[in-house]
């Protein structure tokens, strides 16, 4: 959809994403184990809802509606009813009407396209918040809860890591396509670890990766899937992580931005936001992003935009080969090339176009239910210069987000202009 009445981000908030490996992640072997506890999905989602208020300098009983994006909260925090609890963060939202919007790890990008909804049928102010946390589980179990976002009842058998499992299966389609190996995914992985390392929100900020490290497979870095035909295609490296964290941000029309207390010169406008969904269970090429590509030739078609428009772009790299495959489908490169732009480049901080560039889901990290909502706020960052030793080298005023649920089964593309 391309809106009628202007929207904009007008700012935000965003926590640390945080999990195994991260230096303030509690677990048995930190030392303050028993001393201090990791932050509930209730404190992420009142932080972040305070905190976006705070950074356009309004009080929260101005808020016209706001959106909750999560997951699978009622697994891995017992709790549902989000948008209920959103409300209990300030006095000032009693009675705001709040809503919760579920589809796997494109809700972030739902909550976007709903709040767009809200502005076009005349709201002026909308919080949009996501958050997930997935480390109360251990690994196996997590992974049987993520399995949902999947068609559980045909797929999850596939293996015990079902999503790895289902990418490990691109890949191998991929590579047997273009010819190429699984190592070539190597320069996708060192460049997220790379961005993370200097970006001081990321899960991974003090995890370095090099390309020996990633291209091959080893005791640290081992092929983990039980399913044998599978178990060569896909190494932890390739993996998104499993993190804690939210993000917020305000959506404003421009009598929205009228109200604000500071930051309405930050605006960052929403030119074109569409939804695309294809059914579960039926990915017609597994070397194809079909619902992504639909999504995006919306946006392009409403906004007489093209790929070439592109200065910087957040997409959904829940594994390494969905990178190159969302680069391909968005038309950043031709068909089988979405490894080579990587390795040439292109898509560093310093490249033409810069992709991913705190660290993506692979180092920044992927609290599900935050994921599409950090996506527009990193590209609002990145056009204002906030984002300090991970600052793109170029200027960017043109930028994409593309986030996508399940295998590629639903699909937020959302394009976002700084005139």
Known sequence: ???????????????????????????????????????????????????????????????????????????????????????GAHEGFLHTPFTRLEGACASGGLGIAAAIDAIQAGADLVLVVGAEVQTTRNAKVGADYLARAAHYAKERSIDEFTFPAMFARR??????????????????????????????NAHMHAVTMSQEQAANASDANPCFLTNEELNPWLRISDCSQVSDGACGVI?????????????????????????????????????????TSAAASRCYGESGWDATDIQIAEVHDCFSIT??????????????????IAADGVTSLEGSLPVNSGGGLMAFGHPVGATGVKQVF???????????????????????CAN??????????????KS
């Open 404 to 417: 996508m649920g399940g295998d590629d089964r639903t699909s937020v593309v959302t394009l976002m202009e």
């Open 251 to 291: 959506l404003a029309s421009d009598e929205g931005l009228d109200k604000l207390g500071s930051g309405a010169n930050r605006a960052v406008q929403l030119t074109s936001c569409s939804v695309a969904c294809g059914p579960l269970g039926a990915v017609p090429d597994y070397t194809r992003m079909d619902v």
């Open 171 to 200: 890949t191998r389609a991929y590579c047997e396509k273009h010819d190429v190996t699984p190592a070539q995914l190597a320069p996708i992985v060192v460049k997220a670890y790379a961005n993370a390392n200097r970006n001081p």
């Open 378 to 400: 990193e590209i609002f960052r990145q056009m204002n210069r906030l984002c300090g030793d991970y600052q793109v080298a170029n200027s960017p005023t043109r930028g994409l």
């Open 323 to 340: 990178e190159a495959l969302i680069c391909e489908a968005l038309g950043f490169c031709d068909e089988g090339e979405g490894m080579q």
């Open 1 to 87: 959809m391309k809106p009628t009445r202007r929207v904009t981000i007008a700012g935000g908030s965003i926590t640390p994403f945080i999990g195994k490996f991260h230096p303030d992640f509690i677990w048995k072997k930190h030392p303050d184990f028993g001393q201090r506890e990791n932050p509930t999905l209730e404190q992420l989602l009142h932080r972040v809802a305070l905190g976006a208020c705070s950074d356009v300098d309004i009080d929260p009983a101005i808020i016209d509606r706001g959106y909750v994006t999560n997951f699978v909260g009622e697994l891995f925090s017992n709790q549902g009813h989000l948008g209920a609890m959103t409300a």
